[in-house]
């Protein structure tokens, strides 16, 4: 992003390079690691079915506001909310705050998945799929930094050195090959004995297993996995060129985004089932599934220490490319704030996510005692971000274009380019829907959590 950046605010080139460039935010650990573990740990069926609902009417309507806020204004979120009304300048601080949160611990599975990629290059792919493998990995105190400091430089060096544009061209070729291959072995999985329990469990909702808390997981994992809530798509659509048909490109990377997630889930869900029957526990296992059932199934597959290396090398890309997101957007903030030369920000946003990151490692080891909310020190830094601030800044935003800059203006930005063909949705979606359901499912799943009401 930055090689747009430096050329004052230029645009990016058409459609194309606009809705690439999202969607290399949008796609990563997100769609690949969170939204499987999520949706076997909520149900299956009945958490795939709310985040597709989810999908096309919140995530439609704030990924076309941002957009349109940031092409409106030409400024990233800080300045965005300002211009248009002083009042909400806070909006854009409370926003910047999520990318913060997430980078540490972002790099801590971005750590996890680079250590995965180097095992299955040097053939250590059975080791890998030994049943303790995984929980020896994670509860040391020393390797599982080294892994995360490794993917934090190499986030560092490529936004120090500006060649985010170069890795961006890499991994656009890279992704088409990450959708079929994950294919492959979407396929592969489905066909094991046993896997049709859970292809049925991941497919089809059980109604019983709906909750609030259910809702507010999917909407946190969609605010995250379409990187919307934190300002990174108003800093994205103060590039884009007004001629760009808005709304044809945010179908395409919800589209995008929500077949990888899919895919993704396909691979997983029926695998808990083919190799531990699908009990809770194994359903539940949380960050750790994908990391200790895709091993397996690689050990399975014909030519799997291939087809695994392959597949950790193309989730790295995934993961690069979203961490330049993260840690652009920090580096700007603090460039903004404290108006220091880049590489210093740089090398300050790179020491003090190291700092952050290193206790969400040892909190899975020496520091598992240690929990916060009854969450363990990564999953409360999730917690935070994903079910609260976003939450709290998608109400906000919505409150904000609704009552005070108007939805019309977003509606006139939109229609520069093109007709509005869901126009009547989004006026009710975030005149009334949206704000009303986001702020009545954070009170709900807060009591829920509380222990207060049980739904
Ligand atoms: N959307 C990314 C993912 O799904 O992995 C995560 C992310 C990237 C969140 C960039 C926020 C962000 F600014």
Redesign the pocket.
Known sequence: MNHTKKQSRSSFTGKIGFILAAAG???????IW?FPYLAAQYGGGIFLLVYLILAVTFGFTLMITEIALGRKTGLSAAGAFSKLDKRFSFLGKLSSL??MI?FPY?SVIGGWVTKYCADFIIGRSSQAAGENYFNQFITQPVEPVIWLCLFIFATAAIVLFGVEGGIEKVSRLLMPILVILSMVIAVYTVTQPGAWEGVKYYLMPDFSRFSATTVLAALGQLF????LA?G?MITYGSYMKREVDLEHSVGMIELF?TGIAFLAGLMIVPSVFVFSGGDEAALGKGPGLMFDTLPKVFDRMPAGGVIGALFFILVLFA?LT??I??ME?VVSIFQDRFHWSRKITCLAVMAGAILVAVPSSLGFGVWSSVTLLGKSILDFFDFISNSVIMPVVAFLTCVFVAFFAGSRSIVEEVELSSKFRRKKMYLIMIRYIAPICIIAILITSILEAFGIIKI
């Open positions: 935010s949008a796609v990563g650990l997100g769609n969170r999520v990318p997430i972002y995250y996995s379409m990187s934190m990174i985004d993961a979203s961490a997101s993260l957007t």
